[in-house]
């Protein structure tokens, strides 16, 4: 599991998977390209729970969407599978641009909100506590779950049989303390 969740580096000295992630992102020098959108790596492969089809997720800080698609185009137009999709979601615009690196899939993943404060970022936070606290099993859990065809949020709402959208949801535990998590998990047992 990454350290800080923000420096790429820590992955250097994570499991096999998480080294080869490390090695290629470098080698294809996405972090650097990325620099001025403070790129942070997100999801499964920090939190070690990827299961095969698993992708990188990059999110980045964007506030000029034709600068960021005429960037991403010179940069990364060239992978297999190359596409670019702009929506808007309550009300905040979000940039997409999906391609395939060596075997991977990769989504790079823009909005003008500061990278820490948006919810995939939130989201791995708390997952990553959860899977701190709660260990090994539940660890074991919800990559079975996921192996299964749920997403990670999902999953983790499955298990703690959280109510209600699991976005939102695991968003509400951020604040709580680990002795509220703890009492959650053992609720669900």
């Not at 800080?4 to 080294?19: F, N």
């Not at 506590?129 to 090994?136: A, K, T, V």
């Amino acid at each position: 599991m990454m350290g800080s969740m923000t420096e790429l580096h820590d992955l250097k000295s994570g499991t096999t998977l998480q080294q080869e992630v490390y090695r290629l992102l470098r080698r294809h020098r996405f972090m650097e390209i990325l620099h001025s959108y403070q790129p942070i790596l997100v999801g499964t492969v920090p939190l070690d729970i990827q299961v095969s089809g698993s992708d990188l997720d990059l999110i980045c800080e964007v506030h000029d969407f034709e600068t960021f698609r005429k960037e991403s185009d010179t940069h990364f137009a060239h992978y297999a599978g190359y596409m670019v999709h702009e929506r808007e979601v309550d009300g905040v615009p979000r940039i997409k641009v999906n391609f395939h690196c060596e075997h991977w899939p990769i989504e790079l993943f823009g909005q003008p909100v500061p990278t820490a404060q948006q919810n995939g970022y939130r989201h791995m936070c708390i997952e990553a506590r959860l899977l701190s606290l709660f260990g090994e099993s539940f660890k074991q859990t919800i990559i079975q779950l996921k192996q299964n065809g749920l997403k990670t949020e999902p999953a983790f709402a499955k298990v703690l049989h959280l109510e209600g959208d699991p976005y939102d949801e695991l968003l509400k535990l951020e604040g709580k303390a680990d002795l509220e998590l703890l009492k959650l998990l053992s609720a669900c047992e």
